[in-house]
């Protein structure tokens, strides 16, 4: 199971464009840069879908986090393998 990056609304999905203006004037794809602005290093909690004008998208804010599907799983994995390393004797 992959992370998977869905709108948590409408379940639009990033194609990889560039649709998402910082207060700074810069614009970037924000799944790059998990909500972090290259240019000003301002993060965003909540980030916007894209809506008319742009391909699909409902225009609803959600917060970042919300957008990366199966990450609680992904992130249960992980803890699992350290917490078998860590008790691995050495």
Same mark, same amino acid.
Request: charged share 25%.
């Given at each position: 199971? #992959?992370? #998977? *990056?869905?709108? $948590? +609304?409408? &379940?639009?999905? $990033? &194609? ?15 799944? #790059?840069?998990?909500? +972090?602005? /290259?240019?000003?290093?301002? *993060? =965003?909690? #909540?980030?916007?879908? %894209?809506? %008319?004008?742009? %391909?699909?998208?409902?225009?609803? =804010?959600? /917060?970042? *986090? &919300? =957008?990366?599907?199966?990450? &609680?799983? *992904? ?5 699992? +393998? ?6 691995? /004797?050495?």
């Amino acid at each position: 199971m #992959e992370v #998977e *990056i869905l709108c $948590p +609304k409408c &379940d639009w999905k $990033p &194609d990889g464009g560039k649709y998402w203006r910082c207060t700074c004037g810069n614009v970037w794809n924000t799944f #790059e840069t998990a909500g +972090k602005c /290259p240019q000003c290093n301002k *993060i =965003w909690d #909540e980030t916007a879908c %894209p809506g %008319p004008g742009f %391909p699909g998208g409902c225009g609803k =804010w959600s /917060p970042h *986090i &919300d =957008w990366y599907r199966n990450l &609680d799983y *992904i992130l249960q994995l992980e803890l699992k +393998k350290i917490l078998h390393f860590k008790n691995v /004797p050495s």
